[in-house]
């Protein structure tokens, strides 16, 4: 049979420098790893930026979805 390989236990580490929210999805923007970026956007074969949210993004990595806060994460640094 045909095996698939497994997805690598965690998503590779994003570098956020930007966050644009807004009311109208086609005006939100993040900036990753040098690129902008907009929600359904795929950062991988396997890895989507789902959302822009006021706080962060939502991205799917393997079917598994997940949330950065980027406004906390800026917080600290």
Same mark, same amino acid.
Request: glycine share 8%; aromatic share 8%.
């Given at each position: 049979?045909?095996?698939?390989?497994?997805?690598? *236990? #965690?998503?590779?580490? #994003?570098? /956020?420098? *930007?966050?644009?929210? *807004? %009311?109208?999805?086609?005006?939100?923007? /993040?900036?990753? %790893?040098?690129?902008?970026?907009?929600?359904? %956007?795929?950062?991988?074969?396997?890895?989507?930026?789902?959302?822009?949210?006021?706080?962060?993004? /939502?991205?799917?990595?393997?079917?598994?979805?997940?949330?950065? %806060? /980027?406004?906390?994460?800026?917080?600290?640094?």
């Amino acid at each position: 049979g045909v095996t698939k390989d497994a997805p690598p *236990a #965690l998503p590779p580490r #994003l570098h /956020v420098t *930007a966050h644009i929210y *807004a %009311d109208e999805s086609d005006l939100r923007m /993040v900036k990753i %790893d040098g690129t902008n970026r907009h929600e359904g %956007d795929y950062l991988g074969d396997s890895h989507q930026l789902v959302e822009i949210t006021e706080q962060g993004i /939502v991205l799917e990595y393997y079917g598994q979805r997940y949330s950065l %806060d /980027v406004l906390e994460e800026w917080q600290i640094n």
